[in-house]
C-alpha cells in the first residue's frame, strides 16, 4: 500500500467521519466545523488522485479543482455562519418575530 | 520504510487524530482550535503530497480566514453552556446510527479505493503538451486561468454570491457602518496592522506574479489580500473593506472584468475566454491580478459583514 492509497483512505475516512457529525452534532457551529473537516477530506481523496499520476510531476488539473474548492469553501462557511449568527439570535430572543401574535 | 515515510505516517495519523477529536469535544472553542490545528496539519499534508499550491492556500485560506471567521462568532455570541438540550438517549441513538450507516460507507469506499486501476494520466499528459501556447510555465495556473478559466470565472461568481447573500443575513439597528471595536482598536491590532500591512502587500504581489513559474498565483495571493484588509479593519481603518454604497461595486468589480475580458477576447480575438498565444501570458497576468482582488474583497466583505452583525444581548466584546 503506497502513499497514494494510504492518502486516500485518510481522506475517505475524513469525509465519512466529517459526513456524520454534520448530521448528528446538534450544535450549530461544531456542525459547520464537520462541515469542513468533510470537505478537508474530499480535498484529501483529489490531491492523493493527482500524486498517483506521478509524485515529480502531479496531475494539475485536481489540483486546480482543491484549489477552487478551498476558497468556495471558505465563502459558504462565511454564508454558514451568518445563518448560525440568526439562528441563535433568534433562540435567544424569540419574540423579535414580527409576527409575534399568532396565537 | 524509509524517515520520509515514517514523517507521512505520523502527520496522516495525526491529522486524522485531531479531526476525530475536534469532532467530539463538547465545548465550542476547543473544537474551532482544534479545527485551526488541523487546517495547518493539512497544509503540511499536502505539502508531503507534493502540492505546494494548495498547502499555501490551504494555510491562508483555510486556517487564517476560516478560523477568523470562526473565531469571531464564537466571541461575539454568548458563552454557551456545554450541557445539551437533547435528552441522552436521543443523543446516543443518533451517535449510533450515523457510526453505523458511516462505517458501511467507509468500508465501501474503502474498497473502491483499493480496486482503483492504474492511472491513465492522460488529462496531465494533454495539459504538458499544450503548456506551450499558454504563456505560463506552471501547471496548475495554466489550467485555472487558461484551460479552464470558465471554472474560475464562475467560481469569481459564487463567491460574489455568497458575499451578497452574507450581507443581506445581516441585520444592524443603525444604517451606518459600526465601528468593529466600541472602544477604539486596542493598541495592539493598530501597530500590528501597521507593520504587517506593507510586508504583507508584498507578499502578495510576489506570490501573485510568481504564479506563472513556480507554486503561487491569484488564489493565494487573494488570500493574503483578504487578510491585508480584514487586518487593516480591525486596525480601525475601516474604510479599507468597502462598505455602505461601495460595497456591492466592490464585490462586483473582479467579476465585471473577468466577463471584460473573456468578452474582449469574443469580439476581438479568438473566442470567449481564448487567449491568443502572443497575448496569453501578459492576459493571464492582468486577469490573475483582478481575480486575487475579487477574492481579497469578496472574503473580507464576508468577514466583516459577520463581525458588523448585532451582538444578542448586548454583549459587546
Known amino acids: 500500500m503506497n502513499t497514494a492509497e494510504l492518502a486516500m483512505i485518510l481522506g475517505v475516512t475524513l469525509a465519512v467521519v466529517g459526513s456524520v457529525g454534520t448530521l448528528v452534532i446538534a450544535d450549530l457551529l461544531r456542525r459547520v466545523v464537520a462541515l469542513n473537516i468533510a470537505s478537508g477530506g474530499v480535498m484529501v481523496v483529489l490531491i492523493a488522485l493527482a500524486y498517483r499520476v506521478s509524485p515529480d510531476e502531479p496531475d494539475p488539473v485536481p489540483q486546480a479543482l482543491v484549489l477552487t474548492g478551498i476558497v468556495i469553501m471558505v465563502a459558504v462557511t462565511g454564508v454558514a455562519l451568518a445563518l448560525v449568527r440568526r439562528i441563535e439570535a433568534h433562540e435567544t430572543a424569540p419574540g423579535d418575530d414580527d409576527r409575534e401574535g399568532e396565537t | 520504510m524509509s524517515f520520509g515515510d515514517a514523517v507521512d505516517l505520523v ?74 438540550s437533547r435528552p441522552w438517549p436521543k443523543r446516543i441513538l443518533g451517535w449510533a446510527g450515523g457510526a453505523v450507516a458511516g462505517g458501511a460507507v467507509l468500508v465501501a469506499l474503502v474498497a473502491a479505493v483499493r480496486s482503483l486501476s492504474e492511472p491513465q494520466g492522460s488529462l496531465a499528459q494533454s495539459v504538458d503538451e499544450d503548456m506551450g501556447r499558454t504563456g505560463v510555465e506552471h501547471g496548475i495556473t495554466a489550467v485555472l486561468l487558461n484551460f479552464r478559466s470558465y471554472d474560475t470565472l464562475l467560481e469569481v461568481a459564487v463567491l460574489a454570491v455568497a458575499a451578497l447573500a452574507t450581507v443581506s443575513f445581516i441585520q444592524r439597528q443603525s444604517p451606518a457602518p459600526p465601528e468593529p471595536w466600541p472602544g477604539g482598536p486596542p493598541l495592539a491590532v493598530r501597530g500590528l496592522a501597521r507593520i504587517l500591512t506593507p510586508i504583507l502587500l508584498v507578499v502578495a504581489v510576489w506570490l501573485l506574479v510568481a504564479g506563472t513559474t513556480r507554486p503561487g498565483g491569484a488564489f493565494q495571493s487573494g488570500a493574503v489580500i483578504a487578510a491585508v484588509l480584514i487586518l487593516l479593519h480591525l486596525g480601525g481603518w475601516t474604510h479599507a473593506v468597502p462598505q455602505g454604497r461601495w460595497r456591492g461595486w466592490g464585490l462586483m468589480v473582479g467579476l465585471i472584468a473577468f466577463i471584460g475580458v473573456g468578452g474582449a477576447g469574443a469580439v476581438v480575438g479568438a473566442g ?22 475579487a477574492i481579497g474583497i469578496g472574503l473580507a466583505t464576508i468577514f466583516v459583514a459577520n463581525r458588523t452583525d448585532v451582538r444578542p444581548g448586548g454583549d459587546d466584546t
Open chain 2, 11 to 84: 502527520i496522516g495519523a495525526s491529522v486524522l487524530v485531531v479531526a476525530i477529536v475536534a469532532l467530539t469535544v463538547r465545548r465550542r472553542d476547543t473544537a474551532v482550535v482544534l479545527f485551526l490545528v488541523f487546517g495547518v496539519l493539512l497544509a503540511t499534508l499536502w505539502a508531503r503530497l507534493a502540492a505546494p499550491d494548495i498547502a499555501l492556500a490551504e494555510a491562508a485560506l483555510g486556517a487564517g480566514v476560516t478560523g477568523a471567521l470562526l473565531m469571531d462568532t464564537i466571541t461575539s455570541s454568548r458563552p454557551r453552556e456545554a450541557a445539551s
Open chain 2, 272 to 293: 470567449w475566454l481564448v487567449l491568443d498565444p502572443d497575448w496569453a501570458g501578459t492576459i493571464i497576468l492582468a486577469l490573475e491580478a483582478v481575480l486575487a482582488v
